[in-house]
């Protein structure tokens, strides 16, 4: 079996004994369900020459936009001369669309569900132009201890939503571990009742983003040991996390807003490696619902840290950055797993015109990095 974040356990554990007071499997992420724009730093500025920059969010508002808040907590986005505003998204497929309609200038989402916009969208593309979140949170997630690895999938019953980009993959998923994709059943449900199924039995497994997934479960009164985790990028699916998106259009009209936008939120990212603790009170001091939960945030965060964020290649490249070879060959298992109509090369989906030089983007060195506590 593969048992990821050991060190969660006992996290999970004063979890459980918040499990009976809310509804088993709930999506954490559904606790601050009104959230919408939320940057009370940005929509209090009086500086009436910063330049207005609307921002959407992959889904709802929480910990893993933490480098968001602090770049307005600590003024680097004003000043790049902008005033940022997010609101809250309702899934990638629906935050490219948005993105895609001009709704909002710049969004977070994932480059693959970008890919199948442009390939129906060919003349509106959006474009990625910087990429933090060095590994996808793609995973098959099951507390079947009878799963021990993928090959145990085969005659199983998987839950997700239709458009889960981890579902919409799973046939490539099933390719590289050995399992006919045809001898496994889908359940349909809605994104807030998919940890609610596994945790019900009423399926075997779940196709999910690992960050979403995890908290709900744990919350829901499993322990980590409980939960297999099968990632994607373990097995053969290298694929990136979500990327800062931008239309083509708006990037060519706006290089200086991208520039400094990009800048601004990498330095975010920066303090957040250094200082996650503090990060996570910024989050949580930013959300307007008062009812997230700080511990589903805790480990949804320190699994992103852990297992997508930290890696030897952001160590090696910098933050925001890409290995063309490796965006390359994902772009490429994308075109097969969605059934593409044309093969995009990585220029078309990916720009790093706007990063900063490599020394300002570096990781923070391990010395200055505190633990998650």
């Not at 004994?17 to 730093?41: D, E, I």
């Not at 889908?186 to 596994?198: A, H, V």
């Not at 093969?343 to 300002?360: G, H, M, R």
Request: hydrophobic content about 40%; some cysteine; charged content about 20%.
């Amino acid at each position: 079996m593969i048992k990821r974040l050991s060190s969660l356990i006992s996290i999970a554990a004063s979890l459980a004994l918040l499990a009976s007071c809310a509804s088993p499997g709930a999506n954490t992420s559904a606790n601050n369900p009104t959230n919408s724009t939320v940057s009370p730093a940005a929509n209090t500025n009086t500086n009436t020459n910063l330049r207005n920059v609307s921002v959407q969010l992959a889904f709802l508002f929480q910990s893993l936009d933490a480098p968001l808040i602090l770049a307005i907590n600590n003024g680097y986005f004003a000043a790049e001369g902008l005033n940022v505003t997010y609101e809250r998204g309702f899934g990638n497929v629906d935050t490219i669309s948005k993105l895609g309609t001009g709704t909002f200038d710049i969004a977070f989402s994932d480059i693959y569900n970008t890919l199948e916009f442009n390939d129906k969208n060919p003349n509106d593309k959006i474009i990625a132009v910087a990429v933090p979140i060095n590994k996808a949170p793609f995973a098959v997630l099951t507390l079947d201890d009878a799963i021990a690895s993928p090959q145990d999938l085969a005659g199983k019953t998987l839950g997700a939503p239709a458009g889960d980009g981890p579902r919409k993959l799973f046939p490539l998923f099933a390719k590289e571990t050995g399992v006919d994709p045809n001898s496994v059943t889908w359940t349909t449900m809605e994104p807030r009742l998919r940890e609610t199924f596994l945790l019900q039995g009423k399926v075997d497994a779940i196709s999910a983003f690992s960050t979403s997934a995890l908290p709900s479960l744990l919350k829901g009164g499993k322990s980590r040991d409980d939960i297999t985790v099968f990632y994607y990028n373990d097995f053969g699916l290298d694929f990136y996390g979500n990327a800062i998106l931008a239309k083509e259009s708006f990037v060519r009209q706006n290089p200086d807003v991208i520039r400094g936008f990009v800048r601004a939120y990498l330095r975010g990212m920066q303090d957040m490696l250094r200082d996650p603790n503090a990060a996570l009170d910024a989050v949580i001091a930013a959300d307007q619902s008062k009812l997230m939960d700080r511990e589903a945030e805790k480990i949804r965060l320190q699994v992103a840290l852990e297992d997508l964020i930290i890696t030897p290649e952001a160590e090696a490249l910098g933050l925001g950055a890409v290995d063309p070879q490796r965006l390359q060959t994902t772009i490429t298992q994308t075109v097969e797993g969605f059934g593409l109509s044309s093969q995009p090369t990585v220029a078309d989906i990916f720009t790093d015109e706007f990063l900063p030089p490599k020394e300002e983007r570096a990781l923070p060195p391990q010395n200055e990095r505190q633990p998650l506590s």
